[in-house]
T-cell receptor, first 113, second 113 residues
Framework: QQQVKQSPQSLIVQKGGISIINCAYE??????FPWYQQFPGKGPALLIA?????SEKKEGRFTISFNKSAKQFSLHIMDSQPGDSATYFC????????????FGTGTQLKVEL | DGGITQSPKYLFRKEGQNVTLSCEQN?????MYWYRQDPGQGLRLIYY???????QKGDIAEGYSVSREKKESFPLTVTSAQKNPTAFYLC????????????FGSGTRLTVV
């Protein structure tokens, strides 16, 4: 069964600090790795995504780091703000999967003042 | 504005009842998906449909049924065979040119009473 393992389950960071969430996958057929942000009572929204032909992608304060050989990728949130407090999901999808996304179990991030 | 509308936002079901969750999109997306979200388990795929009048089971289809009679609509029925239906249900869709670009609805929270 395809899996994406995500850690930590919860994370508390001080305002201005760096939040780091990690994911690992098993299926080498995966070729698209998005991160979603979800606020309570809402559906997830696409935050940033990467393909395995690059090792890093940055959009504003959000950066994905990708290690193809280790089959790991991570989300870094620089200068974390209280408004970043949400649940973050990593996901993966690839050829032969019918465009289905396989999600990690989520990380609840709380940014404290 | 284009988007996905899920209704109702909250739904209560008695033991032994079937209930239907609505999902409507005006994005002209071909593919639609139903996910179930439970605390600590991430999002798990129930059913998906890539075209009208066709749909496939996801990872946890038992106790659920769907139909796709119109491109815009993908209702999910939670049957009495689903033993633990209390969860947050999310509908999503993807466009033909960007099959991994999921747009999610705001979800329906189903509670068994």
């Amino acid at each position: 069964q395809q899996q994406v393992k995500q850690s930590p389950q919860s994370l508390i960071v001080q305002k201005g600090g760096i939040s780091i969430i990690n994911c690992a996958y098993e299926n080498t057929a995966f070729d698209y790795f998005p991160w979603y942000q979800q606020f309570p009572g809402k559906g997830p929204a696409l935050l940033i995504a990467i393909r395995p032909d690059v090792s890093e992608k940055k959009e504003g304060r959000f950066t994905i780091s990708f290690n193809k050989s280790a089959k790991q990728f991570s989300l870094h949130i620089m200068d974390s703000q209280p408004g970043d407090s949400a649940t973050y999901f990593c996901a993966a999808s690839g050829r032969g999967g019918g465009n289905k996304l396989t999600f990690g179990t989520g990380t609840q991030l709380k940014v404290e003042l | 504005d284009g988007g996905i509308t899920q209704s109702p936002k909250y739904l209560f079901r008695k033991e032994g009842q079937n209930v239907t969750l609505s999902c409507e999109q005006n994005l002209n997306h071909d593919a639609m998906y139903w996910y179930r979200q439970d605390p600590g388990q991430g999002l798990r795929l129930i059913y998906y449909s890539q075209i009208v009048n066709d749909f496939q089971k996801g990872d946890i289809a038992e106790g659920y049924s769907v139909s796709r009679e119109k491109k815009e609509s993908f209702p999910l029925t939670v049957t009495s065979a689903q033993k633990n239906p209390t969860a947050f249900y999310l509908c999503a869709s993807t466009p033909p040119g960007f099959p991994y670009g999921y747009t999610f609805g705001s979800g329906t929270r189903l509670t068994v009473v």
